[in-house]
Each structure stands twice: as C-alpha cells, then as structure tokens.
C-alpha cells in the first residue's frame, strides 16, 4: 500500500508560480513511477508530467519548458514546479504512483489539490 498527500495548491495570477508536493508514505520501495495528473472543470483528467525510478522524465506538450518534475527521495516526495501559469492551467491535480511488487502493478491516486490562475 502507498499513500500520498499531495499539498501547495492555491490562487495565483497569471504568469506566476506555484510548486506542488506529493508525499509518498507506506510501500515506497515498490513505486516504479511517479505522475502528476490534472482535471479541469468538464474536461477528462490528463497526465502532466511523470518520472521514473531513474529520474527520467516526461512532459505533456502544453506544460513543455513551463512545468518541471522532481523528487527528493530523502523526503520521499515529489515536486511539480509550475511556471508561468495561465488560465489554461487551473484544475485539480493529482499525484499518481505506479507500483510493481511479484509481478503485480498497482495504482495509487493522492486526494486532488486545486490550483487556480486568475486575475
């Protein structure tokens, strides 16, 4: 089991910044991959941005060169630093484990944490 706690959410104006954290707590030597979702009002939720085990990483084209994923693994968190926010950007985001463990994947969501941009 693997439970995360995502925080840092909040009201920003356009063209700012915000960084979003994930805390990783329980089985945290199974996770193999790390994500950061989002969901806008009536739209589908979307992957962000993920990293691997390895540190590799991996961005949607709409937060390319805006948004950077990191994580400390000391702290066993997972960073989503976002730049230059517009109102394009204003959902609820999510943190996303993958975990394999005896040949079994295993998914886990954190509770959401809303981000909104505007003026």
């Known amino acids: 089991q693997v439970q995360l706690v995502e925080s840092g959410g909040g009201l920003v104006q356009p063209g700012g910044s915000l960084r979003l954290s994930c805390a990783a707590s329980?089985?945290?030597?199974?996770?193999?991959?790390m994500r950061w979702y989002r969901q806008a009002p009536g739209k589908e939720r979307e992957l962000v941005a993920s990293?691997?085990?390895?540190?590799?990483?991996d961005y949607a084209v709409a937060v390319k060169g805006r948004f950077t994923i990191s994580r400390d693994n000391y702290k066993n968190t997972v960073y989503l630093q976002m730049n230059s926010l517009n109102p394009e950007d204003t959902a609820v985001y999510y943190c996303?484990?993958?975990?394999?463990?005896?040949?079994?994947?295993?998914?886990?969501w954190g509770q959401g944490t809303h981000v909104t941009v505007s003026s």
């Open positions: 996303h484990a993958i975990t394999y463990n005896a040949g079994v994947f295993r998914n886990y």
């Open positions: 329980g089985s945290i030597s199974s996770i193999n991959i």
């Open positions: 990293i691997t085990r390895g540190g590799s990483t």
